[in-house]
């Protein structure tokens, strides 16, 4: 079993919908977890941090996140087409030193 | 805030050739930077863990004699590919945690060995 994992997709939705992106992670202990988006050609941006169980609100970004269940999603609401992209689930595992990563969720908005 | 930087952002050099990508974090000092490589359609793999005035610590089947990490001190890391092959033509990115655990990339390095 992986640290993280994530389905690669290819997830598609309409504009002005939500698109719901969902990472499971094997470490019971993990504290810290991410999301970040990644255009092609680009390197990674962080968009989400969330520590707490329960939701974390940005702007059209939601991060929850259930310990219990270890599993962590990001809802983007009222997609639009600049949202189109690669996202990476991030979670320090085992107090490590690095970020252990998903391999990502593609997801295209169709205008 | 929080800001990293890469340089160069593309590199074109010839086989057998070394290679220095400098890692900074411009806005908050970094006592960890990591380096990852990504291929193209692949997710991102961790190559090394700097820490600031120790050695790298390099993860299974990256060659620490090939990949050179400095980490001289709390804002910068650097790179070394050294003999560059073009099995080496990669996207390099460098990231930088803060003192929240939150990390930081860079905007990436393109390197094309010829």
């Known amino acids: 079993q992986k640290e993280v994992e994530q389905n690669s997709g290819p997830l598609s939705v309409p504009e002005g919908a939500i698109a719901s992106l969902n990472c499971t992670y094997s470490?019971?202990?993990?504290?810290?977890f991410f999301w970040y988006r990644q255009y092609s050609g680009k390197s990674p941006e962080l968009i989400m941090s969330?520590?707490?169980?329960g939701d974390k609100e940005d702007g059209r970004f939601t991060a929850q996140l259930n310990k219990a269940s270890q599993y962590v999603s990001l809802l983007i609401r009222d997609s639009q087409p600049s949202d189109s992209a690669t996202y990476l689930c991030?979670?320090?595992?085992?107090?490590?030193?690095?970020?252990?990563f998903g391999t990502g969720t593609r997801l295209t908005v169709i205008p | 805030g929080a800001v990293v930087s890469q340089h160069p952002s593309w590199v074109i050099c010839k086989s057998g050739t070394s290679v220095k990508i400098e890692c900074r974090s411009l806005?908050?000092?970094?006592?960890?930077m990591f380096w990852y490589r990504q291929f193209p359609k692949q997710s991102l793999m961790l190559m090394a863990t700097?820490?600031?005035?120790?050695?790298?610590?390099?993860e299974q089947g990256v060659e620490k004699d090939k990949f050179l990490i400095n980490h001289a001190s709390l804002t910068l890391s650097t790179l070394t590919v050294t003999s560059a092959h073009p099995e080496d033509s990669s996207f390099y990115i460098c990231?930088?945690?803060?003192?929240?655990?939150?990390?930081?990339f860079g905007p990436g390095t393109r390197l094309t060995v010829t």
């Open positions: 990231s930088a945690r803060d003192f929240d655990y939150e990390q930081y």
């Open positions: 470490d019971r202990g993990s504290q810290s």
């Open positions: 969330i520590y707490s169980n």
């Open positions: 991030a979670v320090n595992i085992g107090g490590a030193n690095n970020l252990f």
């Open positions: 806005d908050f000092q970094a006592t960890t």
């Open positions: 700097s820490n600031e005035g120790s050695k790298a610590t390099y």
